[in-house]
Every structure is written in structure tokens, then in C-alpha cells.
């Protein structure tokens, strides 16, 4: 009784965070993806891009690019429109305009399980294979599973107006290309200058040493393990030496059609009677 009548006052005094429920204003930007496929540095970047006079550090990327479901109805009120907001959510129908990112599946748990460690939700040596088990079914976070989140967005906005797909690995390769598609979803006009110096200050070794000053301040790494990054190393490709066979295995007979469809080459075996699937039907890149 005493939890709701507290989160009925917040709610009143609009002190609550909104998440699902954000007024959503015609337009508002989200930076959309699943969790640990790049989020962060793109929000970075794209900061960086817009505020070149202020570089972006932990302490304010929150300010800059907010999430919903950490900031206050008040504070998101308050944001200079318009808004460019990070989100790990489902396909919402609400949100106009959108840049989501999407990284390999077998990368995404890798960085989830040693995320999962620094945070004290799992110890060290926790079974990677059951892990990945509990990451198939969508038992690892609040916002389901790979393959129903990724699986939401391609399905209702692939190739939709307002929509841009972008894949974290093509934007490892060509982060300054990768980057002027977003300014262009947000109706910026850029130079090649402009990019370099934003994509120069968004560098996993910038952000890596940012992280080692501003830890113990910034929200998703306060109070977690100081002996594990929350940067790690950053690229493309550590699966391959960081998963056991048959973790990549399970990864890939949940989510393998939604993978190649994506471009994802999957390395154990497909079924060889399987049909095509809707995302094949879609015309998705193969």
C-alpha cells in the first residue's frame, strides 16, 4: 500500500520514469536497439555530432540523449526538442522516427554474460551454456529475447519511411558513413570534418578512459564490478573465440533465418527442408 501511494505521489508530481508510457511528441528520435549491441557508442557519436562545442562523457550522454526509462516525466519534459532518446524496447508503434541498431546475436549474449558478472546478477564461471539456454527463451532481461526484439522492429518498419536499419559491425568498418545516414534521418547537414571529429571522440579507447573516471557516477556502471569494463574490447566477431560450440549452436537454430537474413553467416548446420521465412519473403539483404 505504502509503494503505491509513494508511486502515485512521484506520478502526481510527474517525479515517475515514464519508460513505455513517454509522451511521445511527432518529433521525438529514438536510438533503438537491444541491449549490448551498441547503443551507447551510437547515442556518442550522434551527441557528439550535435554538441561539438561540449564532448559527450558518462555524466551527461544521459542529459543529451535520455532514456525513458532512467529520467524523470519532469526532466524529458524539459529536453530541447527535438529529442533524441535511447531505447531498448520492443517495436512501439508511437515512435516516428528511428534509428535502430542491430549487432550479431552471438556477440550480444557474449557482452550480456560478462555484463551480467560485472553487475553481480551471475558469479564468475557461471555456465555460459546455460546462459545462452536462458537468452534464447528471453529470460535475461526485461525486453525479451534477441529474436523478439530484433524480430519486432524488422517485421512492422523494415524499409518504412523514418526507419533506418543499421547494422553495429558495418558501423565498426565505416563509422563515419554509418553516421552521416543518421544525420540525415535527423535532417542535419554534416561535413566529412564534422563526422571524423565526432566519431574521433566517440572511440572505444576515449570512452574506455572516460569509464575508468566516471564509473562510479554514471547510472548503468554505479555500484557494479571496478575490476570489469563496461567497454570491453569492442568489435566485431568475438563469438568465435569467446562461445563454445554448442552455445553458437543453440544461438543459431532460435535465431539463424533471422541472422541470414540480416547477413549474419551462420556456421553449424541449418536444416536442410527449411522454408523460407517471412523476413526471407520481405526481401531483407541475404
Not at 17 to 36: M, Q
Not at 56 to 74: A, E, G, K, M, Q
Not at 105 to 113: A, F, H, K, T
Request: glycine letters at 6%.
Amino acid at each position: 500500500m505504502i509503494r503505491k501511494l509513494v508511486y502515485g505521489m512521484d506520478l502526481l508530481l510527474g517525479r515517475d520514469k515514464p519508460g513505455r508510457n513517454l509522451t511521445i511528441y511527432e518529433d521525438d528520435v529514438f536510438i533503438a536497439s537491444y541491449s549490448k549491441s551498441g547503443n551507447t557508442w551510437t547515442r556518442f557519436m550522434v551527441a557528439n555530432l550535435i554538441h561539438p562545442e561540449e564532448p559527450v562523457t558518462f555524466l551527461n550522454i544521459d542529459h543529451v540523449s535520455p532514456d525513458p526509462d532512467l529520467r524523470t516525466r519532469n526532466f524529458l519534459k524539459k529536453c530541447a526538442r527535438p529529442r533524441i532518446m535511447k531505447s531498448h524496447h520492443p517495436f512501439d508503434a508511437r515512435y516516428r522516427r528511428v534509428v535502430y541498431i542491430v549487432r550479431d546475436p552471438r556477440d550480444v549474449v557474449l557482452s550480456q554474460y560478462h555484463f551480467q558478472i560485472k553487475r553481480g546478477i551471475i558469479q564468475t564461471g557461471h555456465p555460459i551454456e546455460e546462459f545462452v539456454q536462458r537468452s534464447v527463451i528471453g529470460h535475461v532481461n526485461e525486453f525479451g529475447s534477441w529474436g523478439q526484439n530484433v524480430g519486432s522492429w524488422l517485421i512492422a518498419r523494415y524499409n518504412t519511411p523514418g526507419f533506418l536499419l543499421l547494422r553495429y559491425e558495418d558501423l565498426k568498418e565505416r563509422p563515419e558513413e554509418g553516421l552521416a545516414k543518421i544525420a540525415l534521418l535527423l535532417g542535419l547537414k554534416t561535413d566529412h570534418e564534422q563526422l571524423a571529429k565526432a566519431v574521433e571522440l566517440s572511440s572505444a579507447d576515449r570512452m574506455r578512459k572516460l569509464e575508468n573516471l566516471q564509473a562510479d557516477k554514471w547510472a548503468s556502471t554505479k555500484g557494479t564490478r571496478k575490476d570489469l569494463p563496461f567497454v570491453r574490447a569492442a568489435v566485431a566477431g568475438g563469438w568465435k573465440s569467446g562461445l563454445p560450440h554448442e552455445a553458437v549452436a543453440q544461438i543459431e537454430q532460435a535465431w539463424g533465418h533471422i541472422m541470414r537474413a540480416l547477413g549474419y553467416e551462420t556456421v553449424t548446420s541449418a536444416p536442410r527442408d527449411a522454408k523460407p521465412s517471412l523476413l526471407d519473403v520481405m526481401g531483407l539483404p541475404q
